[in-house]
């Protein structure tokens, strides 16, 4: 290659990168605008807008979500029969996020309910989950399904929250908040759910049944309502997420500044299906 051939794509390079910078900028904007008409005193917990199909939980001091699409974006989902769950598709998110997204068919609606063992290796070490495949099936058998995809690999946490409630959100390989496996499912085990610390449930919008491929741990018991499906609990390596939470986040809960890179999660069945 020339000198001449070399330096123009460079430029050109240089010239993608500042384009990409800027849309991710413009979108960002764009979220925070929506999100402040939306609900201004609200604290949000991803980085999603309002966008039917966006991955988010939001609180807003009452500990219910906030910053979500319209009743009408996203249809509620029918409970499925006993031992089976529905994965319907969902094509909502923004072409610029999808093209961000690794491509994965949606579960078998057939699913064990199984006891597992989750291991999240990340940059800081790894996060080990015990996932409830009897109280929530449909969740963990998603779960399960995307770690054996790969989906989540190489993917960042792209949400820290410090106030009101105290997560760290993972699960959208994208990094902005708004994508997930192109589908959803319905909520499942939320009756009396509460949060402690070491939680481990689905984040989703404000629209019931919007889960995707988005999860967060619970680093500090808040004022969650009952909204969100809890499938698992941290085992070991809680203390990373505490390391991460004391290093910050930005503003409105943003990433976090000390950065969790998720490498490879693998599950492996614990205690067998009927």
Do not use: W
Not at 49 to 59: K, N, S
């Amino acid at each position: 290659m020339g000198s001449k051939d070399r330096q123009r794509r460079l430029a050109r390079e240089h010239y993608e990168r500042r384009a990409l910078r800027a849309e991710e900028r413009s979108a960002r904007r764009r979220r925070r605008a929506l999100i402040g008409s939306a609900a201004a005193a609200a604290l949000l917990v991803t980085g999603g807008v309002a966008y039917a199909g966006t991955r988010l939980i939001g609180d807003d001091g009452a500990g219910k979500a906030a910053g979500s699409p319209s009743a009408s974006s996203t249809p509620t989902a029918t409970p499925p029969p006993p031992g089976t769950c529905e994965f319907i598709p969902d094509d909502t998110a923004p072409a610029e996020v999808k093209k961000k997204l690794p491509t994965v068919k949606p579960p078998k609606a057939k699913v064990g309910t199984a006891k597992y063992r989750a291991t999240i290796e990340t940059n800081r070490g790894e996060i080990v989950m015990d996932l409830d495949g009897a109280a929530a099936p449909c969740a963990t058998g998603s779960f399960r399904h995307l770690a054996e995809e790969g989906f989540y690999d190489d993917s960042s946490c792209h949400r820290l929250t410090a106030t009101g409630i105290f997560v760290l959100q993972c699960g959208d390989p994208s990094g902005t908040g708004l994508g997930g496996p192109g589908y959803r499912f319905a909520n499942e085990n939320t009756q009396g759910a509460t949060y402690p610390r070491g939680t481990v449930a689905m984040a989703h919008s404000q629209q019931p049944d919007s889960n995707g491929s988005q999860f967060f741990i619970v680093y500090k018991e808040g004022g969650l309502q009952p909204d969100y499906t809890p499938f698992g609990t941290v085992v070991e390596g809680l203390a990373i997420v505490d390391e991460v939470a004391k290093a910050g986040g930005g503003e409105g809960g943003e990433a976090p500044k000390r950065d969790v890179v998720v490498e490879k999660v693998t599950v492996k069945e614990t205690q067998g299906n009927p």
